[in-house]
């Protein structure tokens, strides 16, 4: 099992507050740190600092760590070409001593992309699809060979396919609740399946169709990593959950949704324990106050050595 922070810096944190983050990530011995890749504040409050760019951000914290695996959870196919994200991720890796990972999906805030005139198709399951080939071709290319590509969305002409990452392979995240399509990318171009913000029985059932995915093309089921991606609140007591749910303008029964892990260390570790039966062995907690660094802390002091590996 493995165990990553997940943080959403476009909700008004700084690089200086996601460098405390992944720095506390490496000291207490959890796996990675992952950052959502948007733009603009989601729901109410104060948007400042402002933005920072996902792939600035984990360039900069390559330079700043040495160990934790370091990926977005997901990139957006709207935001960047596909030949200019394999250069950016392969940069990463060079940049880290080979500990990037992209997570990729096909984007959904629309309010966003209005807001910094990002063009936003209604389907965009076709953009994934290419991406994904463009991105896993450019790096699969021989050395001093070239990449071509004619999609319907893009056209490479003898690509140089370089820079490439020191990574004989970058885990590929592809990750979502659609039926059909999702898994079937997952099946064909991911190293890791996620699933993130739903119950158990949800997660159980996306697992299931994933691996039938991998099947129906021949592939081992085994090969392909799943994971989960959890809301989570950790505190010592009653106060300091409370203390930390209102920090980020909820109430303790609207967080406390059946999906979400809240709780001491031991009643998250007990709830870890499920999604590891269920067939998850990377677990994302995402948490949503940045400037709490203790809260941090805790996952990696107190949390951490309750689990199962």
């Not at 991105?135 to 590509?149: H, I, M, N």
């Not at 949800?202 to 089921?221: H, Y």
């Amino acid at each position: 099992m493995e165990y990553c922070l997940f943080t959403e810096p476009q909700q008004g944190f700084s690089y200086d507050d996601q460098l405390a983050f992944a720095q506390s990530a490496e000291r207490h011995g959890l796996d990675g740190f992952f950052r959502s890749d948007h733009y603009l504040r989601m729901g109410e409050g104060d948007p400042r600092p402002g933005p920072t760019d996902a792939w600035t951000t984990l360039a900069g914290l390559a330079r700043e760590t040495s160990r934790i695996r370091l990926g977005t959870l997901v990139s957006s196919v709207t935001y960047r070409v596909p030949s200019i994200l394999a250069i950016q991720v392969a940069q990463v890796d060079a940049m880290s001593g080979g500990r990037a990972e992209l997570g990729l999906g096909t984007g959904w805030f629309e309010r966003e992309h209005e807001a910094y005139g990002i063009p936003f198709p209604p389907k965009r399951f076709d953009l994934l699809e290419e991406q994904l080939q463009v991105v896993t071709g450019l790096w699969q290319t021989p050395d001093a060979e070239t990449f071509s590509f004619d999609g319907e969305h893009y056209r490479l002409d003898r690509a140089p396919a370089l820079p490439k990452p020191v990574q004989s392979r970058v885990p590929v995240i592809v990750g979502g609740g659609g039926p059909k399509r999702t898994p079937a990318l997952a099946a064909r171009y991911a190293t890791e399946f996620n699933i993130g913000f739903v119950a158990e029985d949800v997660v159980a059932e996306k697992f299931r169709v994933v691996r039938q995915a991998c099947e129906s093309i021949g592939r081992d089921p085994e090969t392909l990593q799943l994971s989960v991606a959890l809301p989570t609140i950790v505190g010592v007591d009653d106060a300091e959950i409370e203390r930390r749910v209102a920090a980020i303008g909820q109430t303790r029964a609207q967080f406390d949704n059946g999906a979400n892990l809240i709780g001491s260390p031991t009643q998250i570790a007990e709830k870890v324990e499920h999604l590891c039966a269920l067939g998850a062995s990377r677990v994302y907690f995402q948490l949503l106050d940045l400037r709490d660094v203790e809260h941090a802390d805790l996952v990696g002091a107190e949390l951490l050595p309750l689990l199962p590996r």
